[in-house]
Every structure is written in C-alpha cells, then in structure tokens.
C-alpha cells in the first residue's frame, strides 16, 4: 500500500522577453510525472542532465513550486501547502542534497547541524539529544569527536555521511537522495550506499534515488523510472529495465554502463554503436512531432513504456 501517490506531476518554468517582459514560452522541467511509494522500497529516477530528475524531486518535497498535478501524503494533498516545521510531511519525508558542502552551514559545528531536524520535530532533553546525535553518528560509522568539528574538517564521503546522519535523524518514512554519491570515489561510494541500505534496513525507510548511474542504480533500486525531457520514458522493476528494456532511449543507457572485463571491450563497443545507430534511425518512432516524449502505455502488470497508440496495437 503506497503512502504517497505522485499524480500528473508538472513544473513549468516561464520564459520572459520582449519589451513588457511577457512569458512568452516555458521550459518544461517536468511535464506530467506519476509515481507511487510504498512503505521500505528504494526508487530509483535515472535520466541524463537536465531530464529533470532533481526537479521531479524537489517539487515533492516542497523546494520547487508545482505548476499542476498532486502530492498525496497519507491521502491528504500536500501539493503548494505551506508546511509548518511541525507538520508530519516536513517530518516524514526529507532529502540528501547532491552537494554535501553546501548543504551544511560552514558556521555551525556539527553538533549543531544535526541538532536542527530534532529540535524542530523531537521534545528530547539535551542530554537524551547529545545521546540521541552519538546513535547517528555511530550508524554512519562516525566517532562522537565528529560533534564538536566543522564540515570544512570533513572529506567529501564524511560529509555525505553527516547529510545522511541529519536526514535520519527524526526517523522520516521517506529520504530523497540526490545524486548522493556523485561527486565520491568508488570506495567511498561503497561505503556510503551500504550505510543507507544499512539504515534502511534498521528503520524501515523508503528511498527516492536519483541518479545518471545505471550501475548504482541497479544496486540499490527496486522499482526504476527512466526519465527524458521532463516524462518518463520507461518503468518497471529492476529486471524489467535490465532485462527486458523497450524504449530506445533506456537500451542506450544500459549499453554506456562501463564494465571492467578487458576480454568483453570489443564486444560492447559493437554493441554501443549498434544501439547509438538504432537510436539514430528510429527515434523518431519514439518521440512526437514536436520532439515529446509518448505517454506511458502499461505492457505487463510492473512494466510501463513511453509509445504511441498505434505501436501499443502493434504489439
């Protein structure tokens, strides 16, 4: 049973010239997006730069604002309502923001960072809050040291740590991570994705994962949206993406998933041009007049793909 139910998402950004500064265009960021949540499942929202994956969500979250659709919360909607700091939707679903430096404030210590989120949502005394900071720490296997240092002290994979420490904190029942391992080295990566399967496990959380790595993806994700230009192209579960991909543009992803098999190079490179030169020649058969993505047409009871009517009856 989904807890939020993501209907007809848009967010329309104004283009404005001319004399009189008049919208004259907008940019669709996110044109109509629909996603449902259950409760300790990892989501994955994959797309290149600019498809619209960190927009998506923001907007569920209340950073950017909607210009149609809804956001159901426990069936009630949520969609451009100002949020309280106490209200069980600002609580419950919180976010790991891709830059994790600037995501934390270089004045305050780190005790001070976590303590923000349990202050505003937790009556805790102090001492059951400094105990309350040491059981975050020590889940994304920080020292108790770490309280009384500033983010600058940290290395990138510490402070990713930390955003995730502040992100747990009030034991939400939803984290949207963006691009949380984008800017670490692998064996940082590691590190950092095993604490969150780690703290998922523990506590019972859902995932919104957001990311342009496919490989990540499969390791962590359970249900999986591919997203282009603001719509979604394709989603299903990870083995109808990675077994059974429909779209174009999704088997053009899978096959720039680097591999480190030195024997198979030739192999996918062959089958990188084969997928780029079926991408070139048949795209069109896959995008509208105006270069749209189609609506999603269901194929099987997980799996959706982005096509039009007349290829859905051709099947």
Same mark, same amino acid.
Not at 223 to 249: A, L, N, P, W
């Given at each position: 049973?989904?807890?939020?139910?993501?209907?007809?998402?848009?967010?329309?950004?104004? /283009?404005?010239?001319?004399? +009189?500064?008049?919208?004259?265009?907008?940019?669709?960021?996110?044109?109509?997006?629909?996603?449902?949540?259950?409760?300790?499942?990892?989501?994955?929202?994959? =797309?290149?730069?600019?498809?619209?994956?960190?927009?998506?969500?923001?907007?569920?979250?209340?950073?950017?604002?909607?210009?149609? @659709?809804?956001?159901?919360?426990?069936?009630?909607?949520?969609?451009?309502?100002?949020?309280?700091?106490?209200?069980?939707?600002?609580?419950?679903?919180?976010?790991? $923001?891709?830059?994790?430096?600037?995501? *934390?404030?270089?004045?305050?210590?780190?005790?001070?960072?976590?303590?923000? !989120?349990?202050?505003? $949502? *937790?009556?805790?005394? !102090?001492?059951?809050?400094?105990?309350? *900071?040491?059981?975050?720490?020590?889940?994304?296997?920080?020292?108790?040291?770490?309280?009384?240092?500033?983010?600058?002290?940290?290395?990138? @994979?510490?402070?990713?740590?930390?955003?995730?420490?502040?992100?747990?904190?009030?034991?939400?029942?939803?984290?949207?991570?963006?691009?949380?391992?984008?800017? %670490?080295?692998?064996?940082?990566?590691?590190?950092? %994705?095993? +604490?969150?399967?780690? /703290?998922?496990?523990?506590?019972? %959380?859902?995932?919104? $994962? /957001?990311?342009?790595?496919? =490989?990540?993806?499969?390791?962590?994700?359970?249900?999986?949206?591919?997203?282009?230009?603001?719509?979604?192209?394709?989603?299903?579960?990870?083995?109808?993406?990675?077994?059974?991909?429909?779209?174009?543009?999704?088997?053009?992803?899978?096959?720039?998933?680097?591999?480190?098999?030195?024997?198979? &190079? $030739?192999? &996918?490179?062959?089958? &990188?041009?084969?997928?780029?030169?079926?991408?070139?020649?048949?795209?069109?058969?896959?995008?509208?007049?105006?270069?749209?993505?189609?609506? %999603?047409?269901?194929?099987?009871?997980?799996?959706?793909?982005?096509?039009?009517?007349?290829?859905?009856?051709?099947?």
């Amino acid at each position: 049973m989904s807890f939020i139910q993501i209907k007809d998402l848009h967010v329309h950004y104004p /283009i404005r010239g001319g004399f +009189f500064n008049t919208v004259v265009d907008h940019v669709y960021a996110v044109d109509g997006v629909s996603m449902e949540f259950e409760k300790g499942k990892t989501y994955g929202l994959v =797309g290149e730069s600019g498809s619209g994956k960190s927009t998506t969500g923001k907007a569920i979250i209340g950073l950017e604002k909607i210009t149609s @659709g809804q956001v159901i919360y426990e069936g009630e909607d949520v969609t451009n309502k100002r949020r309280t700091r106490n209200s069980a939707f600002t609580r419950d679903i919180q976010m790991i $923001f891709q830059d994790s430096t600037s995501a *934390m404030n270089p004045r305050k210590r780190v005790q001070d960072v976590l303590a923000e !989120p349990i202050r505003n $949502f *937790m009556n805790l005394s !102090p001492t059951e809050e400094k105990r309350h *900071m040491i059981e975050l720490l020590e889940i994304v296997g920080m020292s108790e040291e770490a309280l009384l240092k500033y983010p600058h002290e940290f290395s990138g @994979g510490q402070k990713q740590r930390l955003g995730i420490a502040r992100a747990v904190a009030c034991k939400p029942k939803m984290i949207i991570a963006d691009e949380p391992v984008s800017a %670490l080295d692998l064996s940082v990566q590691a590190q950092v %994705l095993n +604490f969150m399967k780690d /703290i998922q496990t523990e506590y019972g %959380l859902s995932y919104l $994962f /957001i990311s342009h790595d496919l =490989g990540v993806v499969r390791h962590m994700c359970d249900h999986i949206s591919i997203m282009y230009k603001g719509r979604f192209v394709e989603q299903g579960t990870k083995e109808d993406i990675y077994k059974h991909s429909k779209h174009v543009y999704t088997n053009r992803l899978l096959s720039a998933i680097p591999t480190i098999e030195p024997e198979t &190079r $030739f192999e &996918r490179k062959m089958e &990188r041009r084969a997928v780029e030169q079926a991408y070139r020649e048949n795209a069109q058969k896959y995008y509208d007049a105006d270069g749209k993505v189609y609506p %999603l047409q269901v194929i099987s009871a997980t799996h959706k793909v982005a096509m039009s009517a007349a290829e859905k009856e051709a099947q």
